[in-house]
């Protein structure tokens, strides 16, 4: 079995060869390829029996029928998220789809807190002040988070475990999820969007991206939102209208915006740019402001949640060629298994 794995940086290739040693030692040689999948790079591919891809790798329907041609049957996500896959493609094709539904919840939830207080507090502006020598604290005032609202859109694995650390900040913790699970309930409650955005103090994004949620933060659901109020993103980046939150923050409804991820960020993220022009003027608007944080799609990025990955995208891999049913398939031997308007685990 080959597996070519693309936009693999040199902590991907260190965790999934320390797993592969350990754990899989005979399941498949391995290309690491540092650029993306694209229609551009597809051809790579040839060779190999097994793909493996990240966020921001491109599985069109033109891709997918690329590889279905080198004779390609299996892709491996490592990652939760699928809305860069066409999956009815995928499955009219016959092929073995299956993601990392689940790594490290709590990497992403702690990763939201760090960029919650680097606002609040304005640890980002205070390092840069006093690196100067200049220790002066105006500017720097902030609040305390025990006794504030938090609202929390999407409770799956992530936005639980955020549920968990706020409820022990001593906050009032409200959420918003079609699907109601009671063991949120024992951190805060059920609340319907509008009236999330209208008593929140801090609004946080843990739902997946469809057609459903794309856009859920646009001009009339920040225009809900209690003046003042910080957002933060670290789920995907299509789930906030971009030049909405830039207008909110402009005229300083919206008190502070964290991202992590963007919605535009697939040319970008990732990757070094420092030496270059970056074009895309709404992104750099965004970093010309003091209350808002860019990050570049790192909240996973912890040493366990590595581990994990690599451990389950090589699970995914041995389910296929030893022919068992596997728990994380998406599409198998043709067949849809999530439906196609939904993701089918909430982050």
Do not use: W
Not at 93 to 107: D, T
Request: glycine content about 8%; proline content about 3%; hydrophobic content about 40%.
């Amino acid at each position: 079995m080959k597996l070519a794995i693309f936009s693999a940086k040199s902590y991907d290739k260190q965790y999934f060869e320390t797993t592969h040693r350990h754990k899989y030692p005979s399941l498949c040689e391995t290309t690491y390829h540092s650029f993306a999948l694209t229609t551009e790079t597809v051809s790579l591919a040839q060779g190999s029996d097994a793909i493996c891809v990240f966020v921001n790798d491109i599985l069109s329907a033109p891709v997918l029928q690329a590889l279905h041609s080198y004779g390609i049957r299996a892709i491996l996500l490592r990652c939760a998220g699928f809305n860069n896959v066409d999956l009815p493609a995928a499955e009219k094709l016959g092929f073995f789809v299956a993601n990392v539904p689940s790594y490290s919840p709590e990497a992403v939830a702690e990763f939201a807190i760090a960029l919650i207080q680097t606002l609040n507090r304005k640890t980002h502006r205070a390092y840069n002040r006093v690196r100067e020598g200049n220790f002066n604290l105006e500017g720097f005032l902030g609040s305390t988070l025990f006794g504030k609202t938090v609202g929390i859109i999407g409770v799956g694995r992530i936005g639980l475990a955020l549920a968990r650390i706020f409820h022990g900040f001593g906050c009032e913790v409200v959420a918003y999820d079609p699907f109601r699970d009671g063991e949120f309930e024992k951190y805060g409650s059920f609340v319907e969007l509008d009236a999330l955005l209208q008593k929140s103090h801090i609004v946080s994004l843990h739902c997946p991206l469809t057609d459903g949620t794309r856009h859920i933060i646009n001009a009339g659901t920040l225009s809900k939102m209690k003046k003042g109020a910080i957002l933060v993103n670290t789920s995907r980046g299509g789930l906030v209208n971009t030049k909405a939150a830039i207008h909110a923050l402009k005229t300083g409804h919206l008190g502070g915006l964290a991202l992590d991820v963007y919605e535009s960020e697939g040319g970008l993220f990732y990757n070094d740019h420092s030496a270059e022009i970056i074009h895309d003027d709404q992104l750099m608007r965004l970093m010309t402001f003091p209350n808002v944080l860019v990050c570049g799609h790192q909240a996973f990025f912890t040493r366990e949640a590595l581990d994990e990955i690599a451990g389950a995208t090589l699970a995914n891999l041995e389910d296929f060629v030893m022919k068992r049913p596997c728990k994380n398939s998406l599409v198998r031997e043709g067949h849809l298994l999530v439906e196609k308007d939904m993701e089918p685990v909430r982050l």
